[in-house]
C-alpha cells in the first residue's frame, strides 16, 4: 500500500428540477431574460464527511435535497405539473437558499458547496458556511 493520506472526504450529490423564473431588470442585450421562462435547474451538491463508510447515504442525501427544494418553492399553476415557480431568483439566490436549509439538517456540518445551473449549462456555484450572513 502507498503511503498517502485523505486530505479532504466530500461527497456529491445531484438533482434537478424544472422552474420559471424572470429577471426584471436584464440588461437590453439580454432583454428577454425580463420575461418568464422555463429551465432545467441542475443542484448539484458537495458536503464533507469524517469517514469512507457510507457516513451520509446518497440516496438519502438527494432525497432531503429534493424535499428541501420542494419545501422552499411553490408548484407553478398546478401541483400536478410539477415545475416551480421561482420569481425573480437568479442560480446564487437558489444556492443560498439550498445551502442554508441543508445546513439547518445537517447539524454536525459547518459548510456546503452547492451548484445550481440553468439546462446543465450555465450556473453558480458557492460555498456555503454556517454562522456566515449571505448576501
Not at 5 to 34: D, K, N
Not at 95 to 121: C, F, M, P, Q
Request: charged letters at 25%.
Amino acid at each position: 500500500m502507498s503511503d498517502y493520506q485523505v486530505a479532504t472526504m466530500l461527497i456529491h450529490v445531484r438533482t434537478r428540477f424544472r422552474g420559471f423564473h424572470a429577471w426584471p431588470s436584464a440588461p437590453v442585450e439580454v432583454s428577454f431574460l425580463c420575461l418568464k421562462h422555463r429551465h432545467e435547474f441542475y443542484v448539484d451538491i458537495t458536503m464533507p464527511v469524517e469517514h469512507t463508510d457510507r457516513e451520509q447515504e446518497f440516496f438519502l442525501v438527494q432525497q432531503q435535497l429534493d424535499s428541501i427544494i420542494e419545501g422552499l418553492y411553490k408548484k407553478y399553476w398546478d401541483d400536478r405539473i410539477g415545475v416551480y415557480d421561482l420569481g425573480p431568483k437568479s442560480c446564487e439566490m437558489i444556492a443560498v437558499e439550498i445551502g442554508g436549509k441543508l445546513l439547518d439538517r445537517y447539524t454536525t456540518i459547518s459548510e456546503v458547496t452547492v451548484s445550481v445551473s440553468e439546462d446543465n449549462e450555465n450556473g453558480s456555484i458557492l460555498r456555503i458556511l454556517k454562522g456566515e450572513s449571505s448576501t
